[in-house]
């Protein structure tokens, strides 16, 4: 159990694990102390019974901002970056991508920098009227990194995503449900019971076969189609071997809405 700490706020409700980075005054820009928090508690979401579905989100008025730009004035001598994105923000997102949970990121302000990444990086992307997105990192003279490099392409195509890292262009939410960086956008009054309110959707759905579905679009995120064909075979097996997969069958048998919220 990762004991609670004052830089990331924790709240279960309906099965929802509720993640708010909670440094507002510096839009939750993040020093390694959440880093290393924020990646605890999804580690520790994935061995909780409890817990379905987690949502990660900001306290405040912005999602995040951003590396801590204090922080890195703070270190001593010269900043080896590679070391540190290796120790903070690759196993966060790594942790993200690969947990056998939906990770919802409720993006309810400015995501900046490593907070872009971290706001693409949701199973599903949820975004207030208010939220805007910025691969700010070139204004500082920096290359994209936690993952922005892999996920922005892929949603917008390269040159569109260098254009938008090249000028460190504002993405509204508009442009940003246009452009496909999000499922949903919500009226920021409503948002975090909107936000709510999907997350218990998605928490009655079947949590084995959602997790075999985001490991099968990993992998064929990179694979060919011939590969991707093989590991759909292999990974259905484990959906139709699972209590979940006989409760669905019986259920439409019986005429009756599955309930696979006791698995
Ligand atoms: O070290 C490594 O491992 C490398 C990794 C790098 C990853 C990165 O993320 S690099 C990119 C770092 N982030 C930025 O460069 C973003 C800097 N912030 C901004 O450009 C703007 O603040 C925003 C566009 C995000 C929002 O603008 P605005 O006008 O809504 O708010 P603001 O007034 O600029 O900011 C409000 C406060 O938050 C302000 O503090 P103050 O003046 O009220 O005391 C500001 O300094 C603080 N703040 C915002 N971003 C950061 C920050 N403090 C520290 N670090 C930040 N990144």
Not at 107 to 112: E, H, P, R, T, W
Not at 126 to 153: C, H, K, M, R, Y
Not at 184 to 208: H, K
Request: glycine residues 8%; hydrophobic residues 45%; aromatic residues 6%.
């Amino acid at each position: 159990m990762t004991p609670p700490n004052p830089v990331l706020l924790s709240a279960t409700r309906n099965a929802v694990l509720t993640l708010s980075l909670n440094r507002p005054e510096r839009l939750n820009a993040a020093n390694d102390e959440l880093l290393f928090a924020l990646t605890g508690a999804l580690k520790a979401a994935e061995l909780d019974s409890a817990v379905r579905v987690v949502v990660i989100t900001g306290a405040g008025r912005g999602f995040c901002a951003g590396q801590d730009l204090g922080d890195v004035q703070n270190r001593e001598g010269s900043t080896n970056f590679t070391e540190h994105l290796r120790h903070t923000y690759i196993p966060l997102i790594q942790t993200i991508r690969s947990l056998k949970k939906p990770v919802i990121t409720a993006i309810n302000g400015v995501a900046a920098g490593a907070g872009a990444s971290l706001a693409l990086s949701g199973d599903v992307r949820l975004w207030s009227d208010q939220a805007t997105l910025i691969e700010v990192f070139s204004n500082i003279a920096l290359i994209p990194d936690a993952g922005s490099t892999w996920f922005l392409p892929r949603l917008v195509g390269a040159a569109r995503a260098f254009e938008l890292m090249a000028f460190a262009e504002k993405i509204t939410a508009a442009d940003g449900l246009k452009l496909g960086l999000c499922e949903q956008v919500f009226s920021a009054e409503t948002f975090a019971d909107d936000v709510q309110a999907y997350a218990e959707r998605l928490a009655t759905r079947p949590l084995n076969a959602l997790a075999l579905t985001k490991q099968a679009l990993n992998f064929a995120l990179g694979s060919t189609l011939d590969a991707a064909l093989d590991n759909e075979a292999v990974l259905q097996q484990l959906a139709g071997d699972h209590a979940e997969h006989q409760e669905g069958v019986r259920a439409f048998a019986e005429k009756r809405r599955p309930e696979f919220g006791k698995f």
